[in-house]
């Protein structure tokens, strides 16, 4: 009940919030917001939708969890403890857009993080962020492509996180390759509640 109270508020605040926003920024008069409606009204008619041009206010890189997935994924038990840390950890790492795990994603020309370099970073060992990748590849939450042979010979390949889990950008801009890398997922990803693509 006291959840209920919290978020009952919670959205209250955010509705005051973009209401104040709204009109603090009002670039219409009356006049025009009233002529405005109707063309929109009667662009409603005819099934269409007249949308105003976005604005991006910040440069803030983010990374954002899919609520109604992750609690699906916390409720069907799908991941371990050591895996949902793995995940929560490399969130400052998602690289913007691409959802690949990267060095820095502020960089313009980031890097993909190697599992060595993963478990320096996170100060675990190799061989635990080798089981935890497979795991996680084999459940469809992270996945991996080759990226050519570096200079030791060896391939090399870039991880990438689904990002119907967690998602660093925006949704109407997910990249082509990164839905085709996520388009055959196990059975249990397949029933997640929401669908980015």
Do not use: H
């Amino acid at each position: 009940m006291e959840e209920f109270k919290v978020r009952k508020a919670l959205n209250k605040a955010e509705k005051n919030a973009r209401l104040r926003d709204i009109q603090n920024e009002q670039v219409l008069t009356n006049e025009e917001l009233e002529l405005a409606n109707e063309l929109q009204s009667k662009a409603n008619a005819g099934k269409m939708k007249l949308v105003p041009e976005r604005k991006v206010k910040n440069n803030f890189k983010f990374a954002q969890f899919l609520q109604a997935n992750w609690g699906y994924i916390r409720m069907e038990k799908y991941l371990t403890n050591a895996e949902k840390n793995f995940l929560l950890d490399l969130v400052p790492n998602v690289g913007f857009l691409s959802n690949c795990i990267v060095d820095d994603p502020k960089k313009k020309n980031q890097t993909p993080l190697t599992q060595n370099e993963i478990a320096e970073l996170l100060g675990i060992d190799k061989s635990n962020v080798s089981k935890i990748v497979k795991r996680l590849i084999d459940k469809g939450i992270i996945a991996r492509s080759e990226t050519g042979v570096d200079g030791s010979n060896a391939r090399a390949y870039a991880l990438y996180i689904n990002p119907n889990i967690i998602f660093s950008g925006n949704k109407d801009e997910i990249n082509l390759t990164l839905m085709t890398m996520f388009k055959k997922v196990p059975k249990e990803l397949k029933n997640l509640p929401e669908q980015l693509f």
